[in-house]
């Protein structure tokens, strides 16, 4: 890659906004009042902005590997707290997305070094569900479901947030489970009943009446 490229492609982009909107940039840089967090996988092949077909503005991004949300991660904790509670968006996404290498790596036992410790928390997705997923013959249909899987443990994640519940109480908020098929180009959504997950671990987890 070509880094200068990336300023001459930066400075085309600029003049392609002003050439629609002369105080395209001007009306950017009063704020942003996003409807959408959007929590996905850092893979340079998954562009949530492109894949969505959103603009700048319109989607709060936080993206890491796999798509986790981890209650030992003080930045997506930050982000989810900061975009129910400021920005009071409408819909938080979590995105994963087949052939992740995250979710490939956690199924492999082998030792990853400074992975480890990120990769147990996939790997205690499996162990969860592993009775469904040893079920499965085909190993890229095992390893398909299990991005399936996570993603719905990290909605529960999400869900287990003071912040979210509060808002979800009010009617202020919605938790959606999606995976983007690479080979196809398509978003799938999940359809989790996140109303019957939430009752199911509230017993447990309620932080906020």
């Not at 904790?77 to 009071?88: D, M, N, P, Q």
């Amino acid at each position: 890659m070509n880094l200068k490229g990336i300023f001459e492609n930066n400075q085309k982009w600029v003049q392609d906004k002003l050439d629609v909107q002369e105080d395209y940039f001007e009306e950017l840089s009063k704020g942003q009042a996003p409807e959408i967090l959007y929590i996905g996988c850092s893979d340079s092949r998954v562009t949530a902005e492109d894949m969505m077909g959103v603009q700048p503005g319109q989607a709060f991004i936080h993206r890491n590997i796999a798509n986790m949300v981890s209650n030992l991660d003080l930045s997506s904790a930050s982000v989810i707290h900061y975009a129910v509670s400021f920005l009071k968006v409408k819909h938080i996404v979590v995105c994963g997305h087949y052939y992740c290498g995250g979710v490939k790596a956690a199924m492999q036992s082998e030792d990853l070094g400074i992975l480890n410790p990120w990769l147990r928390s996939i790997r205690d997705v499996y162990r969860l569900h592993r009775k469904e997923l040893n079920a499965i013959k085909g190993e890229n249909d095992r390893y398909n479901r299990l991005v399936e899987l996570n993603v719905q443990e990290q909605c529960v994640n999400v869900v287990k947030s003071p912040d979210v519940q509060l808002a979800y109480r009010k009617g202020q908020l919605t938790v959606h489970g999606w995976v983007f098929d690479i080979h196809s180009g398509k978003l799938i959504d999940l359809n989790l009943d996140m109303e019957d997950i939430l009752q199911d671990i509230m017993e447990i987890y309620r932080l906020a009446d």
